[in-house]
Each structure stands twice: as C-alpha cells, then as structure tokens.
C-alpha cells in the first residue's frame, strides 16, 4: 500500500529512474544540453553521478526525452505554479434577485439598480420570478419582467442564461459585459 502512495505522490504521470523501462532515451543533462539518443542504463549512471534523478519529461516522443534533474525540487517548483495559478484566478460571484409575477414597477427598479452596482463590480446576478398559486399560468408576464430588466442593464450586462422554467422558478443569469464595465454613467457616480 505505501507503495501506491508513493505514485501518487510522484505525480504519476513522470516515470523516474528505475521506472524508466525503455533501452534508450534522449538524454538531456542536468546543465540543460541535449546529449543526444543513450542507453537508459548510461543515462541512470550519470544521473546517479551527478546525485540528481533521471526524469522523463516526454513520454510519447521516440526515443523518449529524459532529463537529469532533482525530482523532489521539480515537483515542489510545479505545486507552486499551481497553487500560483489558482490564486491568480478570478472568483466570481453570482448575486441574485427575487421577484414575483406581482412586483411592482417601482420596486423592481430597486432591484434592477442593485443589479446594476453588482454587475460594475464583476459580479454576474441571477434573476429569479418566483409562482405561487395560480400565477404560474402567467409566465409570460414572468418573461416579460425578465426582457424588461435585460434591457435595461443591456448597456453593462450580456444575458448568459435566456429566461427558462424550472418547476414554479423563471431564473435568468446576466454576466457584466466586459466593454460595458470600462465606461460608468455619470449619473451613476451621483
């Protein structure tokens, strides 16, 4: 069992050292020049030589490409790309805004201004029209609310999701439209 640990651990898809099972490989030194095509066997001599490991770093070329390399050192470097890269990623947040069938125009204008301020900030929003009762026989008017406040944050905001019916639910998801974002309203600012 620690054995198959320890695969996982080697990231498995780098075969090193003695895992290397092919007669030869194209050699590339622990200074970075290429040695050319050497027996496997020569190749692990040299990197034993030098105290490093024998890596192959292409697989799928003929002969494989092995480098002589401290693999405990590559593999530290490569989890702190990673963990450099994921960091760097942009999380995005999704906000949402519930109505009803029923909401007013006034009311809905609150809602579409906070809509509004998310979108400037990067943030997409879900917009939800909820049915109770007998007003799911309505959903035109559900879609209808839906196009208006599309519209309206047309100028910010592209629509990622069309309007579609889930049970009693009518949702509608708006990402920020990356021209739109740059350019904010003066009498937004006020």
């Known amino acids: 069992m620690n054995g198959h640990k320890e695969n996982i651990i080697s990231a498995s898809e780098y075969r090193v050292n003695e895992t290397i099972r ?3 490989v194209r050699l590339i030194g622990p200074d970075g020049a290429n040695l050319g ?3 496997t066997r020569e190749a692990l001599k040299i990197a034993r030589e030098a105290e490093l490991d024998l890596v192959e770093v292409s697989p799928n070329s003929d002969p ?3 480098r002589v390399m401290d693999f405990g050192k590559f593999l530290y470097e490569r989890t702190k790309r990673e963990k450099e890269a994921r960091r760097q990623q942009v999380k995005v947040e999704i906000k949402e805004i519930r109505l009803r069938p029923k909401t007013n125009e006034h ?3 609150f809602k579409t201004r906070d809509a509004r301020r998310w979108l ?3 943030m997409k929003v879900k917009v939800t ?3 109770r009762g007998r007003e799911i026989t ?3 008017l559900a879609l209808e609310d839906l196009n208006e406040i599309a519209t309206e944050l047309a100028d910010i905001a592209i ?3 069309r309007p579609n019916m889930e049970g009693r639910v009518m949702t509608m998801l708006l990402s920020p439209n990356k021209e739109g974002k740059k350019k904010s309203t003066p009498k937004e600012e006020a």
Do not use: A, L, N
């Open 37 to 39: 095509v050497v027996d």
């Open 138 to 140: 309505y959903p035109e």
């Open 107 to 109: 009311h809905r204008s």
């Open 64 to 66: 494989p490409v092995c």
């Open 22 to 24: 092919v007669p030869k």
């Open 120 to 122: 400037e900030d990067g």
């Open 159 to 161: 629509i990622e999701q």
């Open 129 to 131: 029209v909820r049915f």
